[in-house]
């Protein structure tokens, strides 16, 4: 089972509003991302999470609030959002952070900010 | 910055032909490869991984490497339409301290049935 579970797979929210994205994992993983995906583009780190602590933020602005309650569970807390940061949200999850290790990747929330 | 290249495409290959995928790297200490196909619209799949010089089998995919060139290929026999999508090549980059996956532009592929 390489399963990484997001939720919600849509949302629309105003730019004043506070929303959340959840992903869950029961794979055992140890490490956590949180990429962002514009049309047409790659996919572009955000955060890494290793043992549930935060090792990598890729100078993300503060509006973007990541979360790791316990190693099932990855959250990315979202307010004052700007149109601009209307993307397709892509967690992915791997054994560890290290060389040789496979990532697997959510669905995906598509996310449109008006 | 650490730099993985690709192809945007399209590349055009008929049903039944091999589609073969480029993919190069900048960073010479990278020892870990990834081929990730995504339709429109859905997230990435994992389909390949490799992590030796040489070739890798799965089916219908084989990945090559080649370190010494900094370079890794992705070879699609009897290609299908249901194929068609963009593949990305990723390298997992520890250059940080903590891995993370870097990921190229991608190469758009089209079956034509």
């Known amino acids: 089972d390489t399963e990484v579970t997001q939720t919600p797979k849509h949302l629309v929210m105003g730019m004043t509003n506070k929303k959340s994205l959840k992903c869950e994992q029961h794979?055992?993983?140890?490490?956590m991302y949180w990429y962002k995906q514009k049309a047409k583009k790659p996919p572009e780190l955000m955060f890494v999470y290793s043992y549930e602590k935060l090792s990598i933020n890729e100078s993300v602005p503060s509006r973007f609030s990541p979360e790791c309650p316990n190693s099932s569970l990855l959250n990315l807390h979202l307010h004052a959002l700007q149109p601009e940061d209307s993307a397709l949200y892509l967690c992915?999850?791997?054994?560890?952070?290290?060389?040789?290790?496979?990532?697997?990747f959510g669905q995906g929330t598509r996310l449109t900010v008006v | 910055q650490k730099e993985v290249e690709q192809n945007s495409g399209p590349l055009s290959v008929p049903e039944g032909a091999i589609a073969s995928l480029n993919c190069t790297y900048s960073d010479q200490g990278s020892q870990s490869f990834f081929w990730y196909r995504q339709y429109s619209g859905k997230s990435p799949e994992l389909i390949m991984f490799?992590?030796?010089?040489g070739d890798k089998e799965d089916g219908r995919f084989t990945a090559q490497l080649n370190k010494a060139s900094q370079y890794v290929s992705l070879l699609i026999r009897d290609s299908q339409p249901s194929d068609s999508a963009t593949y990305l090549c990723?390298?997992?980059?520890?250059?940080?301290?903590?891995?993370?996956?870097?990921f190229g532009t991608g190469t758009r592929l089209k079956v034509l049935a």
């Open positions: 794979m055992g993983h140890r490490a």
């Open positions: 490799i992590y030796s010089n």
């Open positions: 990723a390298v997992n980059d520890g250059g940080s301290g903590t891995y993370k996956y870097i």
């Open positions: 992915a999850s791997s054994q560890v952070a290290g060389a040789g290790t496979e990532a697997f």
